[in-house]
């Protein structure tokens, strides 16, 4: 209590010190290994891959929803056909295991090397593969509970890559691409699905799955090294790039780095050089997979991590639930969609077929929400790279492990509260929700850096300041 105490006293200038100078953070070593220290091509690639594979993990994760009403309708699995409302759970078993998995595969990749931990993810998305041979809803099901295993690094493990790779004033633009691909994934697959299934039957919806799954698993053994790194080489001081001394009242100018060269201690020369086959090496190892382990808990006293998560957790279960009850709802009277029932998650694209039947709302609903998706993961998650660079990593499964269990909620219980109540009730009530935790940004917008003073002692020496 005393912390928050001091943080809140403090004068306004002592929160905001005005310069102009631009310090490299983190600080890199003259190793060529070093992932700060890569080429463009190589840092381009790594973060391509980084891209890809959540949106490849949501676009397995998403692409049976529009499938949905096909399952619903058709002895699939045996008379009589199975009922919407159990099928959903098909979507449901997912999202918990893509937040929940996290739990194991991040103190592992901070135990054994991100590389190791993302090849292995993708062997199960790929080993997940009976999917297309399933004969009862247990065994599909079962099928999809090992495929979002296999899809949990995407949302944990990939962001720390990212950051990890890039300097603090370079990470918004990778983060903003990272964030795209893993918004549009979910979209992807649920405006593909119902078409898969249409032209080429049920089962090569797995199949694409598969085949997309073992493309990624390829790439990321080229072209995703290793990026856990132990920078130990001592620096002579901070590399700092400033610019000119502004005039008297004159308020400090930005400027932009591109290139910088980094003066350390130790000489380039007296490392190996960091070869296409030096980088292919998977074994490394770090100690403390107890404290790897614990560690994600701990993160869930910053105030910021609970901002994040909450903004996160609305968006993806309300797209899910968008996704899951949109294409059965337009697949029934009035509307008879059939396969293009996956349009519903165009949004507002397929505007020039509008007609008087309703289901206008609910694309522009769909189209919102998919802009917050890419938007808020973001801003957030480079707010917690940028306020606790040590322990990002730690974050993001706090961050997954909360949106796993709202968007469970969410999807577990909408399909028969759609039934018993139809959507507005439910959708309402996901509305209500979605405005308060947006509302919770306010506090952190006013008094966000007084926040992080308060905890700067919950937080390893020297970040989250």
């Not at 920078?231 to 308020?251: I, L």
């Not at 930005?254 to 980094?262: H, P």
């Not at 990593?393 to 999807?411: E, H, K, N, P």
């Amino acid at each position: 209590m005393a912390s928050f105490q001091y943080a809140f006293s403090l004068q306004d200038g002592a929160l905001h010190e005005a310069n102009d100078e631009l310090y490299l953070v983190p600080q890199p070593s003259s190793d060529p290994a070093d992932p700060l220290n890569w080429s463009a091509w190589r840092k381009s690639a790594t973060l391509a891959c980084m891209s890809l594979l959540p949106w490849v993990a949501n676009f397995t994760s998403s692409s049976i929803s529009s499938a949905l009403p096909v399952y619903a309708s058709t002895p699939v699995f045996g008379l009589s056909p199975t009922p919407f409302s159990r099928l959903s759970h098909l979507i449901t078993v997912n999202i918990i295991m893509l937040g929940a998995s996290n739990l194991w595969w991040v103190p592992l990749a901070n135990t054994f090397g991100r590389s190791p931990i993302v090849l292995a993810s993708l062997l199960l998305l790929v080993f997940s593969s009976w999917a297309g041979r399933a004969t009862s809803v247990k065994s599909l099901l079962a099928a999809r509970f090992f495929m979002e295993c296999g899809g949990g690094p995407a949302d944990a493990a990939a962001p720390d890559v990212v950051g990890e790779i890039y300097f603090v004033h370079q990470r918004g633009r990778a983060m903003a691409i990272y964030t795209v691909f893993l918004a549009t994934g979910s979209l992807g697959g649920s405006l593909c699905g119902g078409y898969i299934v249409a032209f080429h039957g049920l089962s090569w919806l797995h199949w694409t799955n598969v085949i997309l799954s073992a493309i990624t698993f390829g790439l990321c053994f080229l072209f995703q090294p290793e990026t856990l790194y132990d920078r130990t080489t001592a620096h002579d001081s901070p590399t700092v790039v400033s610019s000119s001394s502004p005039k008297a009242g004159e308020k400090p100018r930005a400027i932009t780095v591109e290139a910088v060269t980094s003066a350390t201690t130790a000489s380039t020369a007296s490392y190996r050089p960091y070869t296409f086959t030096r980088a292919l090496k998977l074994a490394t190892y770090r100690p403390g997979i107890i404290q790897n382990s614990v560690a994600p808990f701990l993160t869930f006293r910053l105030p910021g991590v609970w901002l994040v998560s909450l903004w996160y957790a609305g968006l993806v279960g309300a797209i899910v639930t968008m996704s899951t009850i949109g294409p059965q709802l337009v697949s029934a009277p009035p509307y008879l969609w059939g396969k293009d029932a996956g349009l519903i998650n165009v949004g507002g694209i397929i505007a020039e077929s509008l007609s008087a039947r309703g289901w206008v709302g609910l694309q522009f609903g769909v189209g919102m929400v998919a802009f917050g998706l890419v938007q808020a993961p973001s801003v957030g998650f480079n707010y917690l790279i940028e306020s606790y660079p040590s322990i990002s990593g730690d974050c993001f499964v706090a961050v997954t492990c909360v949106r796993a269990i709202v968007a469970f909620s969410w999807t577990l219980f909408v399909g028969h509260w759609v039934e018993d109540k139809g959507p507005a009730e439910p959708f309402g009530i996901f509305g209500m929700l979605m405005a308060i935790f947006g509302l919770l940004t306010i506090p952190v917008w006013m008094w966000g850096k007084r926040l992080r003073v308060a905890t700067a002692k919950l937080v390893l020496e020297g970040v989250g300041m």
